[in-house]
């Protein structure tokens, strides 16, 4: 499905990947592009393949080009360039160990070149990704590596899956406490666990998922005091302080970047 949105040409695959946890989109630009990240509970990859490059740029100033793998939170993060071409790849923390070949705790904040992490098997699919002549056939060339390595490399616990798959299911509203008795372990022992295989302590995944709710249902158009109330927040107060520790600005300022109009185009739900 191709769909056009703040500059941005995106692309979806017309069905669901075969790897569970793993979602792709791809991506032109029309013209210069210039857009605030807000982050998201899922680790990125963007594979790069046109004559951009795409720019990534900190606050404090460093920048990264091409290829690269962000972690999942970044209050600091502009993406810009012109003639972009990428697949972007969304990796759920279940998965992204095992794709990624590094701990996600070591990703946390983090900005990394692919190369990095993948070594030259990052060079040869970004060759192969300009080479294909159609989205279908590049959607599947990432697919096909990604699928690879995800069977190749560690999975998490059970117990740390179920209490994640928790987590997104009451969109971060389940508390810590109950999730630990739930699968039989102490409070202290998930919270080593889930920290090591998932990169975040679990009531901070807890509160960026309700983030990310929060955020893409104010995006949709709906009001802030009912937005707070059911997404557990204590009050139009709390939803906005959330609103500038992940993302340095405020809602309204927040909801209306092209990054949440754009991301609802690629990641439908």
Not at 131 to 155: I, M, N, Q, Y
Not at 182 to 205: D, H, T, Y
Request: proline share 6%.
């Amino acid at each position: 499905m191709r769909s056009a949105v703040a500059g941005w040409e995106v692309v979806r695959p017309p069905e669901p990947g075969r790897v569970a946890g793993v979602s792709m989109a791809g991506f032109r630009s029309a013209g210069p592009v210039d857009v605030r990240v807000v982050p998201h509970p899922a680790l990125t990859l963007v594979l790069e393949f046109g004559n951009g490059p795409l720019v990534v740029d900190r606050a404090t100033g460093r920048q990264r080009r091409g290829d690269l793998v962000a972690g999942f939170l970044h209050r600091d993060l502009r993406v810009r360039g012109a003639g972009v071409e990428c697949v972007q790849v969304r990796l759920s923390p279940l998965v992204a160990r095992a794709v990624l070949g590094a701990s996600p705790v070591a990703l946390d904040r983090a900005v990394l070149p692919l190369d990095d992490l993948w070594g030259r098997e990052a060079a040869r699919l970004r060759q192969r990704l300009g080479d294909a002549t159609s989205w279908h056939d590049r959607f599947a060339l990432a697919e096909a590596l990604v699928a690879r390595k995800a069977e190749a490399g560690p999975g998490v616990d059970p117990e740390v899956a179920r209490v994640w798959g928790r987590i997104v299911r009451s969109r971060g509203r389940a508390r810590v406490e109950a999730l630990a008795a739930e699968v039989g372990w102490s409070r202290k022992r998930l919270w080593s666990r889930f920290l090591s295989q998932i990169g975040l302590a679990p009531k901070r995944a807890a509160r960026l998922v309700r983030f990310d709710h929060a955020a893409h249902r104010l995006a949709a158009g709906e009001g802030a005091a009912g937005v707070a109330a059911d997404s557990g927040y204590v009050d139009q107060s709390h939803l906005h302080r959330d609103f500038v520790a992940f993302t340095a600005m405020t809602p309204a300022t927040a909801v209306g970047q092209p990054w949440l109009a754009v991301d609802g185009l690629a990641w439908a739900r």
